[in-house]
C-alpha cells in the first residue's frame, strides 16, 4: 500500500511536466507558423531588398551616360567621348556585383520584372556597342591629329557620323525604354506593398528622368 502511494505521488510531477511541456511547445509552434499574408510581405521584402542596389545603380548610371551623350552631340569636344565610354563601362560593370540576371520576383510582379530585365539587357548590350564606338572615334581623331592626312579625315568623319546615329538611338530608344520600364515596374510594386509592413523608402526616391 506504501509502496501504491509513493508511485502515485512520485508519477504527479511527471505528469505535471509533461502537460506544461505539451502546452509550451504548442505554443511556440503557433507563434511560429507564418501566414499567406506574412509570407507574402516576407517574399516581396527580401526581393526589394535584392533588387535595391543594381536598380538604383542602373538607373544613376543611365542618366550619367545620357548626359554624356547629350553633351557630346551638342559641343562635339573629344573629352566627352572618353566619358561616354566611362560611363558605359560603369553601368556594364553593375551586374558583377547586383547580379540584376539573377533575382527572380515574387508572384504577380513576374511580369513587371521581366521588363526590367529585358530592357537592362538590352542596355547592356547597347552600352557595350556605345563604348566601342567612342573610343574608336575618340581613337580615330587622335590619330588624324597626328597624321592630317584626308585618308584618316574620312576615317574620323564617317565614324563620327556612325556614332553619333547610334548614340541617338540608344538615348532615345534603349535608355528611354529602361526608364520606362522600370518606372511601370515601381507602380506595381507600390501597389503591391500598399496595406503591407513592407517598406523601401529607396522606391519612392527613385530619380527617373523622362523619356
Known amino acids: 500500500m506504501r509502496e ?7 508519477l504527479k510531477p511527471l505528469v505535471l511536466i509533461v502537460a506544461v511541456a505539451a502546452v509550451s511547445g504548442s505554443g511556440a509552434a503557433a507563434a511560429g507558423r507564418v501566414g499567406p499574408s506574412d509570407a507574402r510581405s516576407v517574399g516581396l521584402q527580401r526581393y526589394l531588398a535584392s533588387m535595391s542596389w543594381p536598380v538604383r545603380a542602373s538607373v544613376l548610371r543611365a542618366g550619367s551616360t545620357r548626359g554624356a ?3 557630346w552631340l551638342t559641343i562635339g569636344d573629344p573629352p566627352f567621348l572618353g566619358q561616354i565610354a566611362g560611363r558605359c563601362g560603369s553601368f556594364l560593370a553593375i551586374e558583377a556585383r547586383g547580379h540584376l540576371l ?3 520576383a515574387p508572384g504577380g510582379l513576374e511580369a513587371h520584372h521581366d521588363r526590367v530585365v529585358g530592357a537592362y539587357t538590352l542596355a547592356r548590350r547597347g552600352c557595350a556597342a556605345v563604348r566601342a564606338s567612342a573610343l574608336a572615334v575618340r581613337s580615330l581623331g587622335e590619330r588624324l591629329a597626328v597624321t592630317g592626312s584626308a585618308a584618316d579625315k574620312r576615317a574620323w ?3 563620327e557620323a556612325a556614332a553619333r546615329t547610334r548614340f541617338q538611338q540608344f538615348e532615345r530608344l534603349t535608355l ?3 526608364t520606362e520600364a522600370v518606372r511601370g ?3 506595381a510594386v507600390l501597389r ?3 496595406g503591407s509592413s513592407v517598406r523601401s523608402a529607396w522606391l519612392s526616391e527613385l530619380a527617373l528622368e523622362d523619356g
Open 157 to 159: 568623319l564617317g565614324a
Open 176 to 178: 528611354a525604354s529602361f
Open 185 to 187: 515596374w515601381r507602380v
Open 192 to 194: 503591391a506593398s500598399a
Open 4 to 10: 501504491a502511494v509513493g508511485l502515485k505521488g512520485w
Open 69 to 71: 551623350i547629350d553633351d
Open 102 to 104: 539573377e533575382i527572380r
